[in-house]
């Protein structure tokens, strides 16, 4: 796992703007259902597992939890891609949760949705400090791009999951110990 920062005082890159077709929305208290589609759509290729093992009763609370918000790019009317932001612990917003949905990547639009993710979480901040993780089990995109954006690496700790076998997730060989 590997934790990275973006402090108060980087510049946010420049870059294309999201394309005319995509809009970002801030979802307000999103339903169960919603949720899980987009966490387990954007997460099934890459061990997204904590958030499948919540309840319903869970995700609906941190769903009307005024401190996370859940942010969808919708493309020609159907998400593309999702960025959820977590206030609760401090002064920093952490980048909890992004992703685009299969349909959307190679299409130019994770890199734009990363920095208007990265402009919204600022806003948020109390200090202008964004965080995010990332790990091996993730697009092997993720770690550069967050790097291209501006964060910095914090740390890097080796870390092993047991991932539920009931939840059916396909674990890439190079992931298995």
């Not at 401190?67 to 909890?96: C, H, S, W, Y």
């Not at 993710?117 to 993720?142: E, F, I, K, Q, Y």
Request: net charge positive; with cysteine.
């Amino acid at each position: 796992m590997t934790f990275l920062r973006l402090d108060p005082g980087v510049a946010v890159p420049a870059a294309p703007m999201l394309s005319s077709d995509v809009a970002v929305l801030r979802v307000e208290q999103p339903s169960v259902s919603f949720y899980r589609y987009l966490y387990d759509t954007v997460g099934a290729d890459y061990c997204w597992w904590l958030r499948r093992i919540s309840t319903d009763e869970e995700i609906a609370s941190l769903m009307r939890d005024p401190q996370i918000g859940l942010f969808v790019a919708m493309q020609k009317g159907e998400p593309a891609g999702f960025f959820e932001l977590d206030a609760r612990t401090g002064a920093d917003v952490n980048l909890a949760y992004f992703g685009l949905l299969p349909h959307a990547i190679g299409t130019g639009i994770g890199f734009p949705l990363l920095l208007e993710a990265m402009r919204v979480a600022r806003l948020a901040s109390r200090n202008g400090s964004v965080r995010v993780n990332t790990c091996t089990a993730d697009h092997p995109r993720a770690l550069p791009t967050y790097l291209r954006a501006g964060f910095v690496k914090l740390r890097t700790v080796r870390e092993i999951w047991d991932i539920p076998d009931r939840l059916g997730l396909r674990i890439p060989d190079r992931l298995r110990v």
